[in-house]
């Protein structure tokens, strides 16, 4: 996982304000939401790179003794994966699912820069998909820019006011990227406020008291 995910807030008295366990334990938290909320700062979803490399880091796993590939090794799987569709845009540049799916495939194989590259040729031809504009704020997240992929996220909502996912992953990139726990709070309020049968209602609720006593500087009742 990223070191985005990392906590940073500063150890000051115990009783006003996390230890650096407890905000570790938050960090995990928001970790394993995303996870269990489905989106893990996707907007759209694709047949994921990343487990087809986890399958062949298995095998690779089984026959040479290796835990999981390396940097080269893991950036070939994709590139393995992704040459169909590039070979389809050789004959079809404007192809614009395969130009998504592309993207897709180097955001799931966590090369960013190459998903951003993608995510941008693809808005270029359809520039009002807030699927897509969420999955290349994502991207930019990754990358250690949390100021553009708050912009990307807030050009998703001019589009789809109600997007779920977009407004997730603003509480998240709030939180985690500015230290600004309000501000996730607002964000996810909103989710919920827009999204009433949310699905994961309550898990979000649970997260939203957690960035509260982050807001308040109360520790953490774990």
């Known amino acids: 996982m990223t070191t985005a995910w990392a906590a940073t807030h500063?150890?000051?008295?115990?009783?006003?304000?996390?230890?650096?366990?407890?905000?570790?334990?938050?960090?995990?938290?928001?970790?394993?939401?995303?996870?269990?909320?489905?989106?893990?700062?996707?907007?759209?979803?694709?047949?994921?790179?990343?487990?087809?490399?986890?399958?062949?880091a298995s095998a690779l796993s089984q026959g040479g003794g290796q835990s999981q590939p390396t940097a080269a090794q893991?950036?070939?799987?994709?590139?393995?994966?992704?040459?169909?569709?590039?070979?389809?845009?050789?004959?079809?540049?404007?192809?614009?699912d395969s130009i998504v799916k592309l993207g897709n495939i180097y955001y799931d194989g966590q090369l960013y820069?190459?998903?951003?590259?993608?995510?941008?040729?693809?808005?270029?031809?359809?520039?009002?998909?807030?699927?897509?504009?969420?999955?290349?704020?994502?991207?930019?997240?990754?990358?250690?820019d949390a100021d553009r992929a708050l912009a990307e996220f807030q050009r998703s909502l001019k589009i789809r006011p109600d997007h779920a996912g977009t407004l997730f992953n603003?509480?998240?990139v709030r939180w985690?990227?500015?230290n600004d726990p309000a501000g996730a709070v607002a964000a996810w309020e909103e989710l919920l406020k827009r999204n009433p049968n949310y699905p994961q209602k309550q898990q979000?609720?649970?997260?939203?008291?957690?960035?509260?006593?982050?807001?308040?500087?109360?520790?953490?009742a774990s």
């Not at 893991?74 to 614009?96: I, R, T």
């Not at 939203?208 to 500087?217: F, L, R």
């Open 113 to 144: 820069p190459q998903a951003i590259e993608y995510y941008e040729r693809a808005l270029k031809i359809r520039p009002n998909d807030p699927d897509v504009i969420t999955d290349m704020g994502t991207a930019y997240w990754y990358t250690n």
């Open 176 to 178: 985690q990227g500015k």
């Open 204 to 220: 979000v609720e649970e997260i939203i008291v957690k960035a509260k006593q982050h807001a308040s500087g109360k520790p953490s």
């Open 10 to 56: 500063e150890a000051r008295q115990a009783e006003t304000t996390w230890t650096n366990t407890q905000a570790y334990a938050l960090a995990v938290f928001c970790l394993l939401l995303g996870v269990a909320l489905g989106y893990l700062f996707r907007g759209s979803a694709s047949p994921s790179a990343v487990t087809m490399a986890g399958n062949n």
């Open 170 to 172: 603003i509480g998240i």
């Open 74 to 96: 893991q950036k070939a799987m994709v590139e393995q994966v992704a040459a169909p569709l590039l070979a389809a845009l050789e004959s079809n540049p404007g192809d614009y």
